[in-house]
């Protein structure tokens, strides 16, 4: 059985000696490493540092509650397709993720949702219209929701999502009351910033993975659309330096 190269403490200590302000598990399903999630969040939570997880949210409401209870407080949860999707994962509870995402957001944490669209598999009306159906019901039209694009990779070999899809669901997902709708792998700032609800103005600018405009005002212990005052549900503070948003 392989070990880990870093014990959760020696993790953490060289997280805090590097003047990291938190950590992130991502790649493949890193719940995967369960015990190792936990001893590490608890870890982190005691030296002050956040701690998120990129997973697909597929696990018991037990295992949930342990994620929950170990410190993990940022939650990218990947959607993987719909009721009635008969291949590859015709056996999958697809409301499990829901579930959880809405559990999450009761106890606090902080969630958005990732729908991979791929081509020929969880594209179809059907499909995407229950997918936006349950995150509007259950976790409200405040969670962000990226829609992104898929790409052909390993053994899997279906052709890129076409564009005009995404933009289909995704004016489909404003059409149902989402406020916080992107479109992810095309790395065009368009489709990956933040616009108030109330003024339409660009509130959040990204590109490539970076903030590049900045324009929400904290008033209130909240922050707001520096333009109009509307209230921005975003958890963090925005580090110009190093244009990101540190999760807090």
Same mark, same amino acid.
């Given at each position: ?5 870093? +014990?959760?403490?020696? #993790?953490? @200590?060289?997280?805090? !000696?590097?003047?990291?302000?938190? /950590? ?12 190792? /999630?936990?001893?590490? $969040?608890?870890?982190? +939570? %005691? !030296?002050?540092?956040?701690?998120? /997880? ?42 499990? &993720? ?8 009761? !106890? ?20 995407? =219209? ?8 259950? #976790? ?8 992104? !694009? ?15 899809? #995404?933009? @289909?669901?995704?004016? @489909? $997902?404003?059409?149902?009351? /989402? ?12 489709? @990956? ?8 103005? &660009? ?6 993975? =970076?903030?590049?405009?900045? %324009?929400?005002?904290? =008033? ?29």
């Amino acid at each position: 059985i392989s070990q880990p190269v870093f +014990s959760p403490e020696k #993790l953490v @200590e060289l997280a805090v !000696r590097e003047g990291d302000e938190g /950590l992130s598990a991502s790649f493949n399903e890193p719940a995967v490493n369960f015990d190792f /999630l936990v001893d590490v $969040a608890e870890h982190a +939570s %005691k !030296r002050g540092l956040y701690f998120m /997880l990129v997973t697909n949210g597929y696990f018991t409401e037990k295992a949930l509650d342990a994620l929950l209870r170990a410190g993990i407080d940022g939650w990218s949860i990947s959607i993987k397709g719909c009721k009635g999707m008969q291949k590859p994962l015709g056996n999958i509870d697809f409301y499990v &993720p829901f579930r959880n995402a809405k559990t999450i957001k009761e !106890r606090g944490g902080y969630v958005e949702i990732v729908y991979l669209v791929v081509t020929n598999t969880n594209d179809y009306e059907d499909c995407y =219209r229950w997918i936006i159906e349950k995150h509007v019901t259950l #976790l409200g039209v405040d969670t962000p929701l990226h829609i992104n !694009r898929y790409f052909p990779a390993y053994a899997w070999r279906k052709p890129p999502t076409p564009i005009s899809k #995404l933009l @289909e669901i995704a004016e @489909e $997902a404003k059409k149902s009351g /989402l406020r916080y709708v992107y479109v992810g792998n095309l790395h065009n700032p368009r489709y @990956e910033t933040t616009y108030c609800p109330k003024c339409g103005r &660009p509130v959040i600018v990204r590109n490539n993975y =970076r903030v590049v405009d900045w %324009k929400l005002e904290k =008033r209130d212990n909240e922050w707001k659309c520096k333009y109009c005052g509307y209230p921005v549900p975003i958890k963090g503070e925005y580090i110009p330096e190093k244009k990101w948003l540190r999760l807090m």
